[in-house]
């Protein structure tokens, strides 16, 4: 089956050294909710189902952001817009094996923001997002333990950080040490 026929609206992507593969979350609103998933072999895509371990405690959601933080060797999920509409606040994190619920305080509720994880620091850095109409701008960083938020834009000019967004996507460049974003609306 081609994989653009299994692709929903509102997914994350990312590449985990957790096991030699390319990571496709597809956390989707269903009627019913349901979660999926998809990694990358050489030559395949291969769908995991909502019956997989490794969803026992993840809700469904859309929107979310994801990032792989290389010094913890987790990935990071961050937010979302649950199957009953509501936005959430929650962090967990992947190991390999298991989700695990890790913070409900730090960034407001969001959704359709972005992330990068900041080899230089070993931080994920989060920036804008979506809220019931409301654009972000702010900027907040993941250690592992707790969010922590570096920048909070006041109108200025020039400004001091990018415009308000949602639907971007943000990497980090090593060789420069900087995150890179580009595009939303």
Same mark, same amino acid.
């Given at each position: 089956?081609?994989?653009?026929?299994?692709?929903?609206?509102?997914?994350?992507?990312?590449?985990?050294?957790?096991?030699?593969?390319?990571?496709?979350?597809?956390?989707?609103?269903?009627?019913?909710?349901?979660?999926?998933?998809?990694?990358?072999?050489?030559?395949?895509?291969?769908?995991?189902?909502?019956?997989?371990?490794?969803? *026992?405690?993840?809700?469904?959601?859309?929107?979310?952001?994801?990032?792989?933080?290389?010094?913890?060797?987790?990935?990071?999920?961050?937010?979302?817009?649950?199957?009953?509409?509501?936005?959430?606040?929650?962090?967990?994190?992947?190991?390999?094996?298991?989700?695990?619920?890790?913070?409900?305080?730090?960034?407001?509720? *969001?959704?359709?923001?972005?992330?990068?994880?900041?080899?230089? *620091?070993?931080?994920?850095?989060?920036?804008? !997002?979506?809220?019931? !109409?409301?654009?972000?701008?702010?900027?907040?960083?993941?250690? !592992?333990?707790?969010?922590?938020?570096?920048?909070?834009?006041?109108?200025?000019?020039?400004?001091?950080?990018?415009? *308000?967004?949602?639907?971007?996507?943000?990497?980090?460049?090593?060789?420069?040490?900087?995150?890179?974003?580009?595009?939303?609306?």
């Amino acid at each position: 089956m081609a994989l653009s026929a299994l692709l929903p609206f509102g997914v994350d992507m990312l590449f985990t050294l957790l096991q030699p593969y390319l990571l496709f979350l597809s956390v989707i609103v269903e009627s019913a909710g349901n979660t999926d998933a998809f990694r990358f072999e050489p030559g395949f895509w291969n769908r995991y189902l909502k019956h997989n371990p490794i969803y *026992r405690h993840l809700n469904p959601r859309l929107g979310h952001a994801m990032a792989y933080d290389g010094a913890r060797e987790v990935v990071v999920l961050q937010g979302g817009i649950h199957a009953n509409g509501n936005l959430s606040p929650s962090t967990w994190e992947w190991n390999g094996s298991t989700w695990a619920h890790r913070s409900g305080s730090g960034p407001a509720n *969001r959704a359709w923001h972005a992330m990068a994880y900041d080899s230089n *620091r070993n931080v994920v850095v989060l920036f804008g !997002g979506w809220n019931n !109409g409301t654009k972000y701008r702010d900027t907040w960083e993941w250690n !592992g333990a707790g969010w922590n938020q570096t920048f909070s834009a006041p109108p200025a000019t020039p400004p001091a950080s990018p415009n *308000r967004r949602w639907g971007h996507a943000m990497a980090y460049d090593q060789n420069n040490g900087v995150a890179v974003l580009f595009g939303g609306s």
